[in-house]
């Protein structure tokens, strides 16, 4: 998401550069959406794994009406719509975009309240049939919505925010997705950034920075979190890591079934996060980084979070 949107300016070049380096160190899981840019992510992605779509692993989401849409325009994207009318046809463009015949893993990017989630993945289902699509997931949905859809179509993943600052999941998704056998995947692993430990003050944030409004990052909650970043970074001195390896780290130690996705967009970047599968977590350093206060504030907006756990 990165690479072309929401978190300020961006390098095409350096973008493309970060993922042929991801594949060279292992790393082939490419998590894309209509809605980045929108539309100029899976443009990007395209672009990148032009003549090489076979080394790739591609999940794009699909959510709110793109018929209008302009790219890079986010006040022309549409409603979201969970009809099967919308499955069907917004999986074409996708297709297009990423210049691909099938999509690893389609997600329903946020559930419609308007449209019943059977209707939905019923027409994802087809799309698997027609081998457009070849497995389903959902993103930030609720329990009894998960187990509605996987009872029409076996769900391959959930994804959801989940780090060392968002332990929501572990009360009630973590234990459903296993009993379910769905894979988890956790968005934003780094906390959107604030687990790197690099941003100390909202002010290290450029004007055009979607986080300069999200809760956890405005007001006294910025300061009040940056106690998460600092016993963080006590762990990564004492293993000779960085902040941001010691949370991937932390949340790979949570069970194999959990792919979290770190957003970056440079090469040096993708590099250290890769490194973080080589660190092991003492008994005692995973204990002091579960004992961790979750982060103080919603962790989106008032408009987002209606959108979330539906």
Known sequence: ????????????????????????????????????????????????????????????????????????DMSTVGKLDGSAEHVRSSVGGSLERLGVDSIDLYYQHRVDPQVEIEETVGAMAELVKQGKVRHIGLSEAAPETIRRAHAVHPITALQTEYSLWTRDPEAELLPLVRELGIGFVPYSPLGHGFLTGTIRSPEDLADDDWRKNNPRFTGGNFEKNLRIVDEVKAVASELDATPAQIALAWLLAQGADIAPIPGTKRVARVEENTAADGIELSAEQIARLDDLTPAVGERHEEASMANIDR
Do not use: C, W
């Open 1 to 72: 998401m990165g690479m072309s949107a929401f978190y300020g300016a961006a390098d095409e070049d350096e973008a493309i550069a970060t993922i042929h380096r991801a594949l060279k160190l292992g790393i082939n899981f490419l998590d894309t959406a209509q809605l980045y840019g929108p539309l100029t992510n899976e443009e990007l992605v395209g672009r990148a794994i032009k003549g090489r779509r076979d080394d790739y692993v591609i999940a794009t989401k699909f959510a709110r009406r793109m018929d209008d849409a302009v790219a890079g």
